[in-house]
């Protein structure tokens, strides 16, 4: 157990609908990160936050959305969905400390657009 | 071109091998060099995590970065079945604060016993 929770664990929805995935962080760590990985794609990463500012973007679609909260979970917001966009889609944390940088992983949320 | 160019295997060695994995990139810009395991419907692990060049020993994992090359490799000696997992190259530059991460397609390794 990574101590990083995502829900939920799948989530089967059709093409243009909306979706909200949730993620809690370990205890004090404050960066947030989504990646989507999926068979023809690999895994990519999407948007890091740090505290509740977004630091890093990545490959991510203008129809998704992301955000910290602060009490440092974060969502991330799928609209308008197509079928290209069923994937495995994973949360992490981090902590710098001097030389210093553990990354964890969430379990995931599949999600399946029919 | 990808950013990062990765074989996706599958290689398969014998128990006790050593085995070397390697990635390949294009942008002179990444300075943060990681590898992931990953085990089969489990999300990603960090492996190491290594600042420009050189070389990170972690137990039986080194890590090594050639920037000149533009070469990343990752060694792990006496392999056992469950190093079996896909291995995932990771790079990034840094600049904006933040880990703009690019992935490898990831190497499928097997350990026979």
């Known amino acids: 157990d990574s101590g990083v929770t995502q829900t939920p664990k799948h989530l089967i929805t059709a093409t243009g609908q909306r979706v909200t995935l949730r993620c809690s962080p370990r205890s004090g760590d404050l960066s947030v990160y989504w990646y989507q990985q999926s068979l023809d794609q690999g895994l990519q990463f999407l948007i890091q936050?740090?505290?509740?500012?977004?630091?890093a973007k990545g490959n991510i679609l203008e129809r998704f959305s992301a955000q910290q909260f602060p009490d440092l979970h974060s969502e991330l917001n799928l609209s308008s969905l197509e079928l290209g966009d069923s994937a495995l889609y994973f949360c992490?944390?981090?902590?710098?400390?001097?030389?210093?940088?553990?990354?964890?992983f969430g379990p995931g949320t599949r999600l399946t657009v029919t | 071109q990808k950013e990062v160019e990765q074989d996706p295997g599958p290689l398969s060695v014998p128990e006790g091998a050593i085995v070397s994995l390697n990635c390949t990139y294009s942008?002179?810009?990444?300075?943060?060099f990681m590898w992931y395991r990953q085990y089969s419907r489990k999300g990603p692990e960090l492996l190491m995590y290594t600042y420009s060049s050189g070389n990170k020993e972690d137990g039986r994992f080194t890590a090594q970065v050639d920037k000149s090359s533009k070469y990343i490799s990752l060694f792990i000696r006496d392999s056992q079945p469950s190093d079996s997992a896909t291995y995932l190259c990771a790079m990034s530059p840094w600049g904006t604060g933040g880990f703009k991460t690019i992935f490898g397609a990831g190497t499928r390794l097997f350990v026979k016993a």
């Open positions: 992490a944390s981090s902590v710098v400390a001097g030389d210093s940088y553990e990354q964890y």
């Open positions: 942008n002179s810009a990444f300075q943060y």
């Open positions: 936050y740090y505290n509740g500012e977004e630091r």
